[in-house]
């Protein structure tokens, strides 16, 4: 394990968030090393948003069903990653989106006895049309930024969704065991 992740046992206070260049190249360095002997899965999760307001989606089926988050998933060849995130977006929630997103955040999820990393680009947007719609796959909802349901939610979402929220640019590294198990964590604001 790289000596520069953090072992937690809450999620209180003492996460870690730096705003370090050294630490983020440290990171993207540490990325490269990983990326050379594992298999990253590219995976897209978009943020629309209007003022105080998030839209979130129910997770209905498959992959952290019973789950709220933000709109997204794999992407698919001949698309570009910001491509897939649109594609998403629509086929999940209705809404299409004509300008280009704000790429905020690369996620890296490492999962304990899986060597495929997820590699997740999170975007976000105020600038949308459409109504949101219940789809097969997500119930849409709007949540003010104080009501977001956290306890329903992927349990390394609330160490950086205010970042996500107030426009900041971050990266991350995340190692679980399972789905519910956020073993080491660390959390890198990146000043553009
Ligand atoms: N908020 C949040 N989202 C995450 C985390 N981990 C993770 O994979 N995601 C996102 C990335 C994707 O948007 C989504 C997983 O994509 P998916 O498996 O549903 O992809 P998909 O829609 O292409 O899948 P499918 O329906 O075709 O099976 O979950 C996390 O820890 N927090």
Not at 2 to 7: D, E, F, I, L, T
Not at 31 to 57: D, H, Q, W, Y
Not at 101 to 115: A, I, Q, R, S
Request: negative net charge; contains cysteine; hydrophobic residues 40%.
């Amino acid at each position: 394990m790289p000596s520069r992740w953090m072992a937690h046992s809450s999620f209180s206070s003492d996460h870690f968030i730096g705003v370090d260049l050294l630490g983020v190249a440290r990171a993207i360095l540490g990325g490269a090393k990983i990326m050379s002997t594992c298999k990253n899965k590219v995976l897209t999760l978009v943020f629309v948003l209007r003022p105080g307001e998030v839209l979130l989606g129910y997770k209905k089926r498959g992959f952290a069903q019973g789950w709220w988050n933000g709109f997204g998933g794999k992407v698919e060849a001949g698309e570009t990653i910001e491509e897939g995130a649109k594609r998403e977006l629509h086929e999940e929630s209705g809404l299409s989106v004509s300008n280009e997103l704000d790429h905020v955040g690369v996620l890296m999820f490492e999962f304990v006895n899986d060597p495929v990393l997820l590699e997740v680009h999170v975007y976000r947007t105020y600038s949308y049309t459409g109504t949101p719609i219940e789809t097969e796959e997500m119930k849409p909802q709007w949540f003010k930024h104080q009501d977001i349901p956290y306890k329903d939610m992927w349990p390394d979402d609330k160490l950086w969704y205010s970042l996500m929220l107030n426009g900041k640019y971050f990266n991350g590294n995340f190692k679980f065991e399972g789905l519910t198990n956020l073993l080491e964590y660390e959390i890198n604001e990146i000043t553009k």
